[in-house]
Each structure stands twice: as C-alpha cells, then as structure tokens.
C-alpha cells in the first residue's frame, strides 16, 4: 500500500467517481473522509471502506460552502489527522441552450465546480505545506477538452479547473505539493445515467464501444496521490477510453 498513513479528503465522495476514488485510496492504505451534500451518499462510502478493513469518516455538507468547508475540515483534522491529499471532484452538470441559460444557474455552476475547488483547497492547503508534501487532483472534465453542445457554462467552469490546476501547481511547485487534473470523459456514473446522453449510441461510436468505469478514474487519482507521481505537476491526465487525444 501506497498511502499508508495519510488522510485523504474526496469532495462528491458519496457517488459515481467520488466513491470509487475514496474506496480505492483507503485500499492504498490512507484514511478517507468523503465529503457530500448527500448524507445517505457519504455514510455509504464509509461503509464500504470500513467493511473493506479501512478507515472512513462520512461528513455531510456543502463543498461550495465556506462555513461548511470550514466545519468539515475541522472534523477531518480532529477525526483523522493533517489532510495530504485533496481529490476535487464534487460538481454539478446542466443541459441548456446558451440563450436560455440564467445568470442563477452560471453562477450555481460556477460557485459548485470552481469556487467550490478554491475553498476546499484553501481550507486544506495549510496542512500540506505545514507537512512538506500533498497532492491535489482535480476533477475536471474532457468537454473542457472538446467543447461540449448545451453544456457552455459546465464546459467552462470545468476549463477554469484546468487554469486552475496549471497557476497553482506552479505556485506550490517546490513546497512538495503537485497539482493536476483528471478530465474524464463518459464514465458510466448517476452523473451520466441522469443526463440526456445517450449511452448506447455514444458507445457505438466510441474507439472502445463502451463508457468508462469510476474505478478507471480512480486509478489515475491513486496513482497521482502516490509517492511515485511527485515529480508530475500541473498535468491533465485523460482518462476517456480514447475519446480525446488533445
Ligand atoms: N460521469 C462522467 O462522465 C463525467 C465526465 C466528466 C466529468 N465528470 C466529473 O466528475 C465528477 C464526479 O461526477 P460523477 O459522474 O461521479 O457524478 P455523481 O453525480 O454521480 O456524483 C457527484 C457527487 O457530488 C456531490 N455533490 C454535488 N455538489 C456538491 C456540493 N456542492 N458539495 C458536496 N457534494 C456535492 C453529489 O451529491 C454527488 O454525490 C464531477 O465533477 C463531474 O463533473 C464526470
């Protein structure tokens, strides 16, 4: 095990990509604290470490939400330990033609998908630079990559992630903390399950003819929290079956 000793925070780390990153981090050994505004969600993953022989904590909350970040961190440090890894993968998705959009739903989008990022970071960076050595990963999004149709304000709050990544992995470049991120691409999820995407037809013209698992995401996120990742910074890692090869 890889992660043995460290505490890990997911954002969204009660479903889909979240879960299966929070499950495949304590399988490397560290302690997780999953992070949703979905209690039930949260509660679930902590259960499955927890029987898996890991060690959990579920905290229910609003990762956009400053007080609430604030709260959660508290709990995290004094449940678990100093926070070394960070996954940002908490977010929200919309559908809607461009001259329909609110500003309301631009600025929920932006408020969950990219201040939510900047506020959980800033909450738990301290620890990272107090120990020497963490690693952030972002989840960020392949339609940033491509442009993505009725998605212009998801597409582009998940475009801010990848800025985001670069600026801040350069900021903390020699205080032994990498940032980078991971933009899946049509990863089977309750994300996709509830979008108009149609799946069956969006697998026919796949290179690999099928959507991705949470568990590959997962494994890119475990392998950029290793050890082994420390000299990787600031680095978009797709992991979308060959969908985009930028
Ligand atoms: N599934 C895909 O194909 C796909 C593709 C590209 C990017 N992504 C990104 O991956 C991430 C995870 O998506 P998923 O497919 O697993 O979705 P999901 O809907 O299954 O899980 C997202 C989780 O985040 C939680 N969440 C949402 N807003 C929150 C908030 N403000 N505070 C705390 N928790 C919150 C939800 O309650 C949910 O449990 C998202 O950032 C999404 O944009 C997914």
Redesign the pocket.
Known sequence: MTLAGKVAVV??G?????RACSLRLAREGAAVAA????AE?AAETARQIEAAGGRALALA????DAEQIAAMAERTRRELGPVAILVN?????GFTPFLELSREAILRMLE??VV?PFLCTQALLPDMLAAGWGRIIN?????AQTGARLMTH?SAS?GAIIAFTKSLALELADKGITVNNI?????D????R?SPVDIAAQSAVSPMKRPGR?EDIAAACAFLASEEAGYITGQTLGVNGGRVMP
């Open positions: 954002t969204g009660g479903s889909g990509i979240g992070w949703d505004l979905n969600g909350g609003d990762a956009a993968n908490a977010g929200i998705t969950v998908n939510g989840i960020s999004s392949s339609s998801y998940k933009p899946p691409g049509f990863i999820t309750p994300m996709l509830a949470p």
